[in-house]
């Protein structure tokens, strides 16, 4: 640890403030040394890029530029072309913005702020140029320079001046959930706690997962993190991920055996102690991986047609007992190889991606053409008053709901963002009014005017450094830039700058009224869908046939999870609890690894067990209306009774441990299976 590496990470968020003010000074002057038209733009910019992390405002940063430079050649596509025709013009920017917004939530990656970025600067360049559209090329090009510049200035002072690293933030809250994983893990293979106390320790991990996911998108575009950090991570995340519904597994068969169960095993009982103290152990007093698994293996018994559900259940808890011993062993030879700075790609790794989670996202198609429906209507909204009142400062409009529009759309209820939004906007303006007529008259040296702008301006690099108060602080930031229009000599008129800063917020008002009528849903709405978008899923799991989608399947359930997990409060109590223990996440992995043991067994028994999943496939599709039917659980019997008679072992032990897994998952309260009398082996 360096000496001043305390003081650095106490004063992290006035040192993010004085940087970030900085390099605003720096890009404006810049800006106004190369006499752009609106050096302004580029000092706003600063404050829209930067992040407290180098790799947040870097990735940030570069997405920009890009998204920028496409919606200044769109600009100079529409513009000229369509300048005779407005309502034309209006309709195609609205639909350019909403197709770059639908786009853009259909991401969901910081590869999104493209797209965004691509719609909304349309809105800026293209409505306020369209009484001088002949010189809408050098506009566009004006533009992008004092964005690139703003960009440029940002980039650099993040980078150099102090920089925050993502890699040892990602890297410490990795080494938390891990431990917290371990310390779960150790609690339900001891059967230390209640089920509420696992589920509301399950449900921080999985939460706490999420924001890992997120501070790590930024890591590949960060310059100060070594070049191996992003595939080092995605080993490491893979092995977290599943670390999840093993647990939740190991929790549930132990529930089925019962302690007098388990009291009757007292062998198990002394491997289960023994696997708790191994989890958590230091590295060097552990055994080895290979003596776990020698231990899991000797209380492994043949399945056959004599196996009693009790037997069957504890063949399937070692299983899991496996895969924990697995991943368990994977992460600390991963963290220890990370740390040591040693390449992970030579690591004997016992747990391999192809059994893993593929980074697959969960997409709301819905959602989101709702949500660009939104925005466009709230754009053609503010240019049809525009023009119907001949409003000369009306552009601020329909730009401003481009802007509120885009911004927003990926919270649950974006209405109430755009609102606070608007209020904060309000303040800018009251502060860009005193600013303008009061005090920057006076003001005739660019030191001078430096020392006026930073207590404001501090104060707004102080807010978005504070997670809690980022977008308050951007609002201002942004807002107070952009109406300040500071340039080379002073301009400003009060008719001109009200009747500006009145449009600015009609456009941010129509933005919020239009939301609420296109996304009137909120958290409620979206986190039910999302279980409604589960059973599908398992559906489709169970209509499929093929190989090789397990790692996909794994991947788009537990990205899932992680938006279900943010809105957990808003679920009925049942699916809040299968959420909880990962129900449904548990029952598709089962019904995957059970279809690869159908390739195994015998021509009969593949028979029963297609039938079920079939009949699987249609009670899941059904389940919002009708839930689960009783015939289901006879059918999943059936396959067990023809299952334990199959005469290959291997797949035989395979395709009982799947379908205990989707029992347990579907009706975990009925009771223990007990193969009917006379069942006949074809049945």
């Known amino acids: 640890m360096r000496a001043d590496e305390p003081f650095l990470v106490r004063h992290a968020d006035l040192i993010f403030a004085l940087k970030t003010f900085a390099a605003s000074i720096l890009a404006l002057v810049i800006a106004l040394a190369m006499d752009l038209p609106r050096p302004y733009w580029a000092m706003a910019t600063v404050y829209i890029t930067s992040q407290p992390l180098a790799g947040a405002t870097s990735s940030k940063a570069f997405f920009r530029v890009m998204g920028t430079l496409v919606g200044a050649i769109m600009t100079v596509a529409l513009v000229p072309n369509l300048i005779d025709a407005p309502e034309l013009l209006c309709l195609a920017i609205a639909l350019w913005v909403g197709l770059c917004l639908y786009l853009s939530l259909l991401d969901g990656t910081p590869r999104s702020y493209v797209f965004m970025l691509a719609g909304y600067t349309v809105a800026l360049i293209g409505f306020p140029s369209v009484s001088e559209p002949a010189a809408i090329f050098d506009t566009a090009v004006a533009r992008l320079e004092e964005i690139s510049l703003g960009i440029i200035c940002a980039s650099l002072v993040s980078t150099i001046v102090f920089p925050r690293s993502v890699a040892p933030a990602v890297a410490h809250r990795v080494d938390n959930w891990l431990s917290d994983a371990r310390n779960l893990s150790r609690a339900v293979l001891l059967r230390d706690g209640t089920s509420e106390a696992h589920r509301a320790r399950r449900l921080k991990l999985a939460t706490d997962i999420v924001e890992i996911d997120t501070l790590s998108t930024h890591l590949a575009y960060d310059r100060l993190a070594d070049r191996n950090a992003v595939s080092n991570l995605g080993e490491i995340r893979l092995r977290m991920l599943m670390l999840l519904p093993v647990v939740a597994s190991l929790e549930d068969r132990l529930a089925a055996l019962g302690e007098e169960a388990l009291r009757r095993q007292p ?12 989890i958590v152990s230091d590295v060097g007093a552990r055994q080895p991986a290979g003596r776990i698994r020698s231990m899991i293996a000797e209380r492994q018994a043949v399945l056959d047609d004599d196996a009693s559900w009790e037997r069957i259940i504890t063949t399937s808890l070692l ?33 391999h991606p192809e059994t893993g989670a593929a980074p697959v996202r969960h997409r709301d198609r819905g959602l989101a053409l709702w949500s660009a429906a939104g925005a466009a209507g709230a754009i053609l909204i503010c240019c049809a008053f525009w023009i119907g009142t001949g409003w000369p400062d009306g552009a601020s409009a329909p730009m401003m709901a481009a802007v509120a529009c885009s911004f927003f759309a990926a919270q649950d209820e974006p209405a109430r963002f755009i609102r606070s939004f608007g209020l904060w906007s ?26 006026a702008l930073a207590p404001a301006f501090l104060l707004y690099g ?3 450094a504070r997670p809690a108060t980022a977008g308050t602080g951007m609002a201002l930031a942004a807002n107070t830039a952009t109406l300040l229009a500071l340039q080379s000599t002073y301009s400003a008129d009060f008719a001109s700058y009200a009747n500006s800063a009145v449009a600015f917020f009609v456009g941010v008002a129509i933005a919020e009224l239009v939301t609420r009528i296109a996304r009137g849903v909120g958290a409620e709405w979206i986190a039910n869908r999302l279980v409604l978008s589960n059973w599908t899923t398992l559906a489709v799991a169970a209509e499929r046939r093929g190989k090789g989608d397990r790692a996909e399947f794994a991947g788009l359930m537990l990205h899932r999870l992680g938006l279900l997990v943010q809105r957990i409060a808003f679920l009925s109590e049942s699916d809040r609890r299968d959420t909880d223990s990962l129900v449904q996440l548990r029952i598709g992995l089962n019904i995957i ?15 029963v067990i297609d039938d079920m999943l079939d009949q699987l496939a249609i009670a899941c599709r059904k389940f919002a209306s009708d839930g689960l039917p009783v015939e289901l659980l006879t059918s999943i019997d059936r396959a067990l009774a023809r299952a334990v008679k199959d005469p290959n072992d291997k797949a035989r032990e395979d395709a009982l441990i799947g379908l205990v897994g989707i029992r347990r998952g579907l009706f975990p309260d009925a009771p223990a299976y007990r193969p009917r009398a006379g069942e006949s082996v074809a049945a």
């Open 319 to 351: 299983s899991r007992l496996r895969e924990l011993v697995d991943l368990s062993r994977d992460c600390r030879a991963l963290t220890e190889a990370i740390a040591e700075g040693h390449d992970v790609s030579t690591l004997d790794l016992a747990f």
């Open 462 to 464: 102080f807010l978005i």
């Open 267 to 278: 062998e198990l009982n002394r491997l289960l102690e023994d696997l708790a103290q191994w």
């Open 593 to 607: 690894d059970l279809r690869r043991a159908r390739y195994g067994l015998a021509v009969s028994t593949i028979s």
């Open 426 to 451: 309000l303040v800018a303006i009251v502060v860009v009014a005193i600013y303008l007529f009061a005090l920057v008259p006076a003001i005739s040296h660019l030191e001078v005017l430096v020392v």
